[in-house]
Nanobody
Framework: QVQPVESGGGLVQAGGSLRLSCAAS????????MGWFRQAPGKEREFVAA????????YYADSAKGRFTISKDNAKNTVYLQMNSLKPEDTAVYYC??????????????????WGQGTQVTVSS
């Protein structure tokens, strides 16, 4: 069983940056896609970004395009989410997901097999 572990969340002012990390201590890390989702209070978990198993293909929600960058380092078994120009509406718990069934990546939360515990991101105005 894969257990992703997120880190890097925190409190930042609007316009600032954060880099989230998600590490998976599994030797098959190179064979699965990863995704970032977020969930704000009272809202459904929503797609943010995804990367294919090779790291060559990336996908973004419209709200993330031009501001966020997802990347996958197979040598370090880690996926990153660089978030720039943060806005108060980006405030949420960010979750990292692992998908074996969709190695090219997916925007659908139900395509992900394992989830981390989440990391809080708070953007103040």
């Amino acid at each position: 069983q894969v257990q992703p572990v997120e880190s890097g969340g925190g409190l930042v002012q609007a316009g600032g940056s954060l880099r989230l990390s998600c590490a998976a201590s599994d030797r098959t890390f190179t064979t699965y896609a990863m995704g970032w989702f977020r969930q704000a209070p009272g809202k459904e978990r929503e797609f943010v970004a995804a990367v294919s198993w090779t790291g060559d293909n990336t996908y973004y929600a419209d709200s993330a395009k031009g501001r966020f960058t997802i990347s996958k380092d197979n040598a370090k078994n880690t996926v990153y989410l660089q978030m720039n120009s943060l806005k108060p509406e980006d405030t949420a718990v960010y979750y990292c997901g692992v998908s074996w069934s969709r190695p090219m990546g997916s925007q659908v939360r139900y395509d992900y097999d394992y989830w981390g515990q989440g990391t809080q991101v708070t953007v103040s105005s």
